[in-house]
């Protein structure tokens, strides 16, 4: 069997699950100290340590039921900290006036080299511009006037930064290609090929961004890793890339704007997702086991396999989910679009689907009475 334990580090409480065990190996006897849970069965003896930033209060537990399909829920009490090394974003990372490496984060392939950046700001929402009209009792200065980065400088979106790449000995060009494609003219003259905008790494083709005008670059931030220069670069699993950098994404944006709701959206304009930040503050641990109903999927992809007697602890957050891939809620997905609570996150197409489908294998592995909330699929983002 095994074990599942959901922890709200602000409330100091959590939900301990004992996976159902397999058939002829009940009855069990469970016992919990703050440090060891011990599940004794017909056929084996375990003790599960759990780590040593998490303290169980035995004294406690409440809410003690055996739920079908699940297994044993029971609720305590219980002192959690953990200060785990997050992966960097890039509004934390960096610094005006220091030199930068820029890496496709999927295979590690060197796109810009030495590039020194002199001003490191912050872009505005989206809406900026209609705020300056509503505040402005002159005619805005800024109407139609695209805010581009100087030559050197840096501007960094919720999902995009931008870069102006004019300088030639900043960027060695045949590591940044552009993709061509062939649009027929309004005439519906022969076709004749044009460079699309979109940047694709050479060695790998992930799309990691594309031009814009007076050579001004958007780079996503779930395509590239930037580091100090003279730093080695440090693969990351592409899915718990993705996962810290949106999670981390939704936490700010929920703090620093106030907005827990979410569309995914992919450049091409299509909405893929649907999310609703319900927890910031989540710590997750895990046990295997040895049981025959463990998903192949974990909720800790890319860490190293757990041993039956070992436990697994991740910083996440939890989210509610609607895809929106083949027509599916479309009516709802038109209504937030045009909610101003609602929040767009614009990403590659193709790590939208990628997203999608790390909340769906994070469902499928949840206890099944957890992996709905009213019509909403629930889904953890591991930090």
């Given at each position: 069997?095994?074990?599942?334990?959901?922890?709200?580090?602000?409330l100091q409480s959590a939900l301990l699950i004992i996976r159902e065990p397999k058939q002829g190996s009940l009855p069990m006897d469970v016992?919990?100290?703050?440090?060891?849970?011990?599940?004794?069965?017909?056929?084996?003896?375990?003790?599960?340590?759990?780590?040593?930033?998490?303290?169980?209060?035995?004294?406690?537990?409440?809410?003690?039921?055996?739920?079908?399909?699940?297994?044993?829920?029971?609720?305590?009490?219980?002192?959690?900290?953990?200060?785990?090394?997050?992966?960097?974003?890039?509004?934390?990372?960096?610094?005006?006036?220091?030199?930068?490496?820029?890496?496709?984060?999927?295979?590690?392939?060197?796109?810009?080299?030495?590039?020194?950046?002199?001003?490191?700001?912050?872009?505005?929402?989206?809406?900026?511009?209609?705020?300056?009209?509503?505040?402005?009792?002159?005619?805005?200065?800024?109407?139609?006037?695209?805010?581009?980065?100087?030559?050197?400088?840096?501007?960094?979106?919720?999902?995009?930064?931008?870069?102006?790449?004019?300088?030639?000995?900043?960027?060695?060009?045949?590591?940044?290609?552009?993709?061509?494609?062939?649009?027929?003219?309004?005439?519906?003259?022969?076709?004749?090929?044009?460079?699309?905008?979109?940047?694709?790494?050479?060695?790998?083709?992930?799309?990691?961004?594309?031009?814009?005008?007076?050579?001004?670059?958007?780079?996503?931030?779930?395509?590239?890793?930037?580091?100090?220069?003279?730093?080695?670069?440090?693969?990351?699993?592409?899915?718990?890339?993705?996962?810290?950098?949106?999670?981390?994404?939704?936490?700010?944006?929920?703090?620093?704007?106030?907005?827990?709701?979410?569309?995914?959206?992919?450049?091409?304009?299509?909405?893929?997702?649907?999310?609703?930040?319900?927890?910031?503050?989540?710590?997750?641990?895990?046990?295997?086991?040895?049981?025959?109903?463990?998903?192949?999927?974990?909720?800790?992809?890319?860490?190293?396999?757990?041993?039956?007697?070992?436990t697994g602890i991740w910083n996440a957050v939890k989210v509610l989910y609607h895809p929106c891939i083949k027509n599916r809620n479309n009516?709802?997905?038109?209504?937030?679009?045009?909610?101003?609570?609602?929040?767009?996150?614009?990403?590659?197409?193709?790590?939208?689907?990628?997203?999608?489908?790390?909340?769906?294998?994070?469902?499928?592995?949840?206890?099944?009475?957890?992996?709905?909330?009213?019509?909403?699929?629930?889904?953890?983002?591991?930090?």
């Open positions: 069997m095994d074990v599942f334990l959901e922890i709200r580090k602000r016992s919990i100290t703050p440090s060891v849970l011990k599940i004794k069965t017909l056929e084996q003896c375990r003790e599960i340590n759990f780590p040593p930033e998490v303290r169980l209060v035995p004294s406690s537990l409440r809410g003690l039921q055996n739920v079908s399909g699940d297994g044993i829920h029971m609720r305590l009490l219980v002192q959690a900290d953990l200060n785990k090394k997050l992966v960097s974003t890039l509004n934390q990372s960096l610094q005006a006036l220091k030199s930068y490496v820029f890496y496709c984060q999927s295979c590690g392939e060197i796109i810009i080299k030495e590039r020194k950046l002199l001003r490191v700001l912050p872009l505005p929402s989206g809406n900026w511009n209609a705020l300056v009209d509503e505040w402005c009792c002159h005619p805005n200065p800024f109407a139609n006037k695209p805010l581009n980065p100087g030559e050197n400088d840096c501007f960094i979106g919720d999902t995009h930064l931008l870069v102006n790449l004019r300088s030639d000995s900043c960027v060695p060009g045949p590591e940044i290609a552009q993709a061509e494609t062939h649009q027929p003219s309004e005439s519906h003259s022969e076709s004749k090929p044009k460079a699309n905008t979109r940047i694709i790494c050479k060695r790998c083709k992930a799309m990691l961004g594309e031009t814009g005008s007076s050579g001004t670059t958007k780079f996503y931030i779930t395509e590239i890793i930037i580091q100090p220069s003279g730093r080695d670069f440090d693969m990351i699993p592409r899915s718990q890339f993705v996962q810290s950098v949106i999670a981390q994404c939704l936490v700010e944006l929920s703090s620093t704007r106030s907005t827990f709701r979410f569309t995914v959206q992919g450049q091409d304009g299509k909405t893929y997702i649907l999310v609703w930040l319900l927890n910031s503050d989540s710590l997750l641990i895990e046990s295997p086991g040895n049981s025959e109903s463990i998903q192949a999927f974990s909720l800790f992809e890319g860490t190293e396999r757990l041993d039956s007697n070992s009516e709802l997905a038109s209504s937030w679009e045009n909610d101003i609570g609602v929040h767009s996150l614009v990403l590659p197409s193709q790590t939208c689907l990628e997203l999608l489908l790390i909340l769906s294998r994070s469902n499928d592995s949840l206890p099944p009475s957890l992996q709905y909330m009213n019509s909403f699929q629930v889904a953890f983002l591991k930090m």
